[in-house]
Structures are given as structure tokens and as C-alpha cells.
């Protein structure tokens, strides 16, 4: 009753025969003395997202099996929140289906930051295809860098995603160019806050060596706290 989450038990028949108080409060504004209906239920859906609800719901009670879907629910202060809702089919001790046990957990937030980082994802597209930008990625704990297709391309490589071990990096940097570079990168590994700019020269597709401009930062620690992933 007191879990943070919205709580529901529906019969064999469809009828819900339980909600916590999460749940009615969610929906109906009420903690207690209520008791929420599969019709009360189904008319807070949003339309763009019921069919999607009731194929995974009706599926799932008509073959007794897990189900587990998202879709948007209208708060009882009439906005949409997103919510998870998931269930297990409930089976009586005679093995006869009896109904589902359910939860639903607000993922507002979380649903709010990818469509946050699809719009992020989708403008740095744009500035790339308009200007001369790949983006690439090292990785701490393999010792690997990753680079994409445009990356490629603009060092006159086939335009395709790869990757290889960092050592291998140095064929690739202008001699001259790579004792600076090694020592802003450890630099900004043993002090993230501080920005990683690196100038140097790159051996492209013809041998010939290409002027890039290198901007990078920490986004990820391993478990001990150290940087993982640039």
C-alpha cells in the first residue's frame, strides 16, 4: 500500500479489484475511499496511445503472459503524465488464471530528457552536415577510440563508423603534434573541469596531414569514480 508507485490487481474479467492509493490519488485525486474502474482507467489514456495500451493489455490477459508498455495517463490535474505500466499474469493454487498484478511508475522526467537529447542529437547533426565536424569517443577502460562516418570522410577515408586501440593513434598524429596532444588529454583525464582543446595534424587517406581542431570532455566515471568515457 505504501510503495511509490501506482499499484493495481484486475480480475480474470478485466475488472480492477485493487488500487493502492498511489493510484487513486494519481487518478481520481483521492488517497482513500475510492476504488478505481477499468472504465475510469481506460478513459485517462491518452487517445494517441490507447491502442497501443490495449494490444499490449488484451494480449497479454488473453495468452496469461508478462506485458510491459508506456504511454501517456491524464493526472488527476488534468495534464498527461508518461507512465510504465507493467504486469504479471496471477494464477490461483489450482494453476487456473485468475487476473494480473500491476504497476505504473511516472517516467515523466526521463521521457522528457530523450526527447531533450533527440532534439541535442538531431541539431548536432545539422551543424555537422553543415560544416566540416565528426565527433569521435574514447573509451578509458578498452583503450579504444571510436570515430564516424563523417570523420571519416573528412580525412578522405571510406565514410564509414570504426574503431581501434588507442596506441594505434600515434600512426595517425603528426610526430611534432604528439607530445602536446598526450599530455592535454592526461591533462583533462586528471582534471576533467578543465576543457580538452587540442591543434594538431592528421594523416589523412593520401599521407598528406590535415590541421584539426580536437574538443572533448569526460561524460562518464567507472565505479570508482574515475573517467571512463571521453
Not at 104 to 112: G, M, Y
Request: aromatic share 10%.
Amino acid at each position: 500500500e505504501n510503495l511509490p508507485v501506482m499499484m493495481w490487481m484486475s480480475d480474470k474479467d478485466h475488472n480492477i479489484i485493487y488500487s493502492n492509493s498511489r493510484a487513486n490519488e494519481f487518478l481520481l485525486g483521492i488517497r482513500s475511499g475510492s476504488l478505481l474502474t477499468a472504465a475510469s482507467w481506460k478513459e485517462k489514456i491518452h487517445p494517441d496511445d490507447y491502442e497501443k495500451w490495449h494490444t499490449a493489455f488484451f494480449q497479454s490477459m488473453k495468452n496469461h503472459r508478462k506485458f510491459k508498455t508506456e504511454y501517456r495517463l491524464r493526472r488527476n490535474d488534468g495534464k498527461f503524465r508518461w507512465v510504465l505500466d507493467f504486469g504479471s499474469p496471477l494464477f490461483s493454487n489450482a494453476g487456473k488464471f485468475s487476473g494480473f498484478l500491476g504497476a505504473c511508475v511516472d517516467i515523466t522526467e526521463r521521457k522528457l530528457m530523450e526527447e531533450m537529447l533527440t532534439q541535442s542529437e538531431q541539431k548536432l547533426n545539422m551543424i555537422m552536415n553543415s560544416t566540416a565536424t565528426g565527433t569521435w569517443e574514447i573509451d578509458l577502460e578498452k583503450s579504444t577510440l571510436s570515430y564516424c562516418e563523417r570523420t571519416a570522410a573528412l580525412l578522405s577515408y571510406p565514410p564509414r563508423a570504426g574503431s581501434f586501440k588507442i596506441k594505434k593513434l600515434a600512426e595517425y598524429i603528426h610526430p611534432d603534434d604528439l607530445p602536446s596532444a598526450r599530455e592535454k588529454l592526461v591533462r583533462h583525464i586528471r582534471n576533467i573541469y578543465q576543457p580538452l582543446s587540442i591543434d594538431i595534424r592528421i594523416k589523412s587517406a593520401d599521407s598528406s596531414w590535415h590541421w584539426m581542431q580536437a574538443r572533448g570532455k569526460v561524460i562518464s566515471k567507472n565505479k570508482r569514480k574515475r573517467p571512463s568515457l571521453i
